[in-house]
């Protein structure tokens, strides 16, 4: 027994009860302090943030199940993560790609179809040549690092030819054709001037539709058309006197004018999105476990909007025939 002052007397078991009811008391009070935290966490508006997204490799419609290639079905999935979150309010494309086969005309759409719905930054890091620089056009603003290599505006085609190798070995081809142009380039026979021309013809064609794009998006920013459409690289410094590119700088200062033109404030986050490859689409055949351009066979004729050329072509008997667009 307990005496207070005044005479009042408290049991110890009633003292008991009430450091028990207090103790309850402030468990309650901390449980729903918690759960009206979470409520708040999940309903509350989520803080509009700057979407980086990688963009590296070399562009063709099939990616290897180990390495890097950009392809039109992976920049749709990631792209559709970005334009289904309301709260992603700009996009800054990291791009470091030496272009790849037409399947950047493709990637250039999707980007695109991208900055009429989101603020577009690309940020070229390394390699922002031929497709890869094509595809970053469409966006409000290009910057690239001050070393990074830019421009090859044009497309370029490869002739691998078999013929003197077959001789050595004494194999023959007999090919039987419709109409003289249907075995363009074949590499069974000798390349004729015919097949040149024929296959310039492509290549113009493919560099004509390049060199418009270029005149859509950058318009009078390309200080000498001509010199560009020599299908040149410059550096990053050399591609903002041309007008190739806005200005030159780092990823943060990339990520700092998305900020800018989405109206955000200086403190927005900034934040990697990505699709994943998942074995599901391993085995649904999504994901391809051939190698693209750099490593695989070419093909009889190979039209390229790509620089440098892949290497693993040294040493194969080609022609290559260039763009002559200007």
Known sequence: MLKFPGGL???????????????????????????????????????????????????????????????????????DIVKGDPSAKAVVLVVNSPGGTQAAFEVYELVRELSQDKVVVAYITGLGTSGGYLIVLPADEIIAHPTAFIGSVGAVAIIVNYKGLMDKLGVNVTTVKSGDLKD??????????????????????????????????????IRDYREVLRAGVYTGFEAERLGLVDSTGTLEEAIKRARELAGLPGDAPARWVERRVSLLDVLLGRVSIETPIAGREPLAVEILLMWPLPAELAGKAFLVVSSTEG
């Open 9 to 79: 007397r408290v049991s110890r078991g009633f003292r008991r009860l009430l450091l028990i009811a207090a103790s309850l008391l402030v468990a309650f009070t901390l449980f729903t302090g918690a759960l009206a935290y979470s409520i708040s966490r999940v309903y509350a508006q989520p803080r509009p943030y700057v979407a980086l997204i990688e963009l590296s490799g070399v562009i063709d419609y099939e990616r290897p199940l180990l390495g890097g290639a950009i392809t039109p079905r992976d920049v749709k999935g990631v792209f």
């Open 184 to 221: 363009v380039a074949s590499p069974y026979r000798e390349t004729t001037s015919d097949d040149i021309e024929a296959v310039r013809r492509l290549i113009n064609g493919v560099a004509g539709v390049f060199a418009e794009k270029v005149r859509e998006h950058r318009g009078d920013r």
